[in-house]
T-cell receptor, first 113, second 113 residues
Framework: GDSVTQMEGPVTLSEEAFLTINCTYT??????LFWYVQYPGEGLQLLLK?????DKGSNKGFEATYRKETTSFHLEKGSVQVSDSAVYFC????????????FGTGTRLKVLA | EPEVTQTPSHQVTQMGQEVILRCVPI?????FYWYRQILGQKVEFLVS????????KSEIFDDQFSVERPDGSNFTLKIRSTKLEDSAMYFC???????????FGPGTRLLVL
């Protein structure tokens, strides 16, 4: 069945470091791919998305490219800030009857000043 | 910016008791969802709801679970007789259209003792 695999956390970085959080997926058909972020005490917020192969989603300095050949959607940011500390979820949306989302386990990022 | 809200933020209950988790979706959205995340595990789809009926449900969503839209604004998840393994974070989400981006609430953390 469809699934998402994320790298294990927590990830601890110093401010201004480069961030990569790996995400790979298994899906039939042509899923859309998403990154959601959860800040402490808040809900899941959409960070970025890509709906077809080679699309690049970007927002707030974060980027991810939909790579069909490697079935990946890795999240990157060139220079992280303390305010980026949160849990990041990779997800895919299947084209089922209701377009349900399938999530990874989430990766906790902690950025130190 | 419109957002999905959920109440309560935390709920502690005894095994065998009924709980009702409440959600207020974004006002012009027509599709509603419940997901849950057991601690340390993936966010899992439970059920989707449209036009006052369930569109799709997962194998987790057994007879102990039910959903309802009792009025024009609330969307509820009822667990009839809670089990220890129901302890999890429950997320509500809504989308404007069937394939639209899902917007998530902050979650209700349920602890069954």
């Amino acid at each position: 069945g469809d699934s998402v695999t994320q790298m294990e956390g927590p990830v601890t970085l110093s401010e201004e470091a480069f961030l990569t959080i790996n995400c790979t997926y298994t899906a039939t058909g042509y899923p859309s791919l998403f990154w959601y972020v959860q800040y402490p005490g808040e809900g899941l917020q959409l960070l970025l998305k890509a709906t077809k192969a080679d699309d690049k989603g970007s927002n707030k300095g974060f980027e991810a490219t939909y790579r069909k050949e490697t079935t990946s959607f890795h999240l990157e940011k060139g220079s992280v800030q303390v305010s980026d500390s949160a849990v990041y979820f990779c997800a895919l949306r299947v084209a089922s009857g209701t377009y349900k989302y399938i999530f990874g386990t989430g990766t906790r990022l902690k950025v130190l000043a | 910016e419109p957002e999905v809200t959920q109440t309560p933020s935390h709920q502690v209950t005894q095994m065998g008791q009924e709980v009702i988790l409440r959600c207020v979706p974004i006002s012009n959205h027509l599709y509603f969802y419940w997901y849950r995340q057991i601690l340390g595990q993936k966010v899992e789809f439970l059920v989707s709801f449209y036009n006052n009926e369930i569109s799709e449900k997962s194998e987790i969503f057994d007879d102990q679970f039910s959903v309802e839209r009792p009025d024009g604004s609330n969307f509820t998840l009822k667990i009839r007789s809670t089990k220890l393994e129901d302890s999890a974070m429950y997320f509500c989400a809504s989308s404007e259209g069937q394939g639209g981006t899902q917007y998530f609430g902050p979650g209700t953390r349920l602890l069954v003792l």
